[in-house]
Nanobody, 115 residues
Framework: QVQLVESGGGVVQPGGSLRLSCAAS????????MSWYRQRPGKQRELVAS???????DYADSVKGRFTISTDNAKNTLYLQMNSLKPEDTASYYC?????????WGRGTQVTVSS
């Protein structure tokens, strides 16, 4: 099992930036895929960005050029740098990983983009 704890959410004005963090603990050596999902009000949970242990990244079209996913292996932490935020980015953001033992979700962190 992998435990995931997200942080860094908050309220920001349109055009602003936030950096989300996801701290991983437990049996993390078997993780091969890490990602961020979000769930906007009244919508299904959707993939925002992903990264593999090889460093391959992928982004939803709606966030390309604005969001950047990265990892700090020394800190066992996944990040999501979010720039040029829009009101439609308002959502709960969740960390999700796949390992050779299965999949795990964090509990989420709320991001609100509002003037």
């Amino acid at each position: 099992q992998v435990q995931l704890v997200e942080s860094g959410g908050g309220v920001v004005q349109p055009g602003g930036s936030l950096r989300l963090s996801c701290a991983a603990s437990g049996i993390i050596s078997t993780i091969y895929y890490m990602s961020w999902y979000r769930q906007r009000p009244g919508k299904q949970r959707e993939l925002v960005a992903s990264i593999t242990t090889r460093g391959d990244t992928d982004y939803a079209d709606s966030v390309k050029g604005r969001f950047t996913i990265s990892t700090d292996n020394a800190k066992n932490t996944l990040y999501l740098q979010m720039n040029s935020l829009k009101p439609e980015d308002t959502a709960s953001y969740y960390c999700y990983v796949r390992s050779f033992r299965g999949t795990d979700w964090g509990r989420g962190t709320q991001v609100t983009v509002s003037s």
